[in-house]
């Protein structure tokens, strides 16, 4: 197991660690007087959710009418029902439910990710010697992501990394840490190198679909942490490695 690996396997189990509960006793502030002015210290800012679109879901579908979708969805979910548990139809089925409630959720259906999270991990938990269990745990992770539960998305992407080595699903889990870490580097910068890693793991797959992205945010993040030498030299790698990719693109003046 790489330093890097090791690295994910703490930030993954520290993410989903119960925070003790301490009691502590305050004492009541005293009551300011008519004149006082109160001052409230600001909001913290809100840190956005990673873009789950585009690269990083290689998924690629026509998207459909939402009544025909919700049809589909209606018979899909009474099949599974009729169907024994021991079919081996029942698989598909869940598969099949887990991606139309995906395509819901892209066409605005409320509670569509939650529902396709229950599928997911319905499958996983029923049929763990699944052949395509790989691609379910990340998009798994993906829809994690869509609700905001990161711990949950992180311990999902490192099982992918952990469990299927070869599977052409582990650059895609290494950009969604980065992405995440990246995300957490705007508050924290001591998040910046470890975000910077996981674009570097992506770019070590050769051929991988991600590699012009992580190259481009391996820029951005060089330039966060003052690293001007290192961002230029990245900017001339995805020039010259990735001249026609739509991030080679955005970075032309």
């Not at 690269?55 to 459909?64: F, G, I, M, V």
């Not at 598909?92 to 892209?106: M, S």
């Amino acid at each position: 197991m790489t330093s890097f690996v090791r690295l994910l396997v703490v930030a993954a189990i520290a993410a989903c660690e119960p925070r003790p509960t301490v009691a502590v006793e305050i004492a009541p502030l005293p009551t300011p007087p008519p004149t006082a002015v109160v001052v409230v210290a600001p909001a913290k800012p809100v840190v956005q959710t990673p873009n789950i679109g585009g690269e990083r879901d290689p998924r690629r579908a026509q998207p459909r009418a939402r009544a025909l979708l919700i049809t589909e969805l209606q018979g899909l979910e009474s099949l599974l029902m009729a169907t024994s548990q021991a079919s081996p139809d029942r698989v598909q089925l869940r598969r099949r439910l887990a991606e139309d409630y995906v395509e819901l959720r892209r066409s605005g259906g409320a509670n569509a990710s939650q529902k396709a999270i229950d599928e997911y991990q319905a499958l996983v938990r029923e049929y763990p010697n699944y052949p395509l269990l790989d691609e379910v745990l990340y998009y798994l992770g993906l829809e994690h992501e869509v609700l905001g539960d990161y711990a949950s998305a992180r311990r999902t992407y490192f099982d992918v990394i952990a469990k299927w080595p070869s599977s052409r699903f582990v650059p895609y889990a290494y950009f969604a840490f980065g992405e995440l870490f990246f995300q957490e580097a705007q508050g924290d910068p001591s998040k910046w190198t470890i975000a910077l890693e996981a674009y570097r793991k992506v770019l070590s797959y050769a051929g991988s679909p991600l590699a012009p992205e992580a190259a481009y945010k391996m820029i951005i993040t060089y330039k966060a942490m003052g690293d001007e030498p290192h961002a230029a030299e990245m900017h001339r790698r995805l020039v010259n490695d990735f001249p026609s990719s739509p991030a080679a693109s955005r970075m032309t003046p």
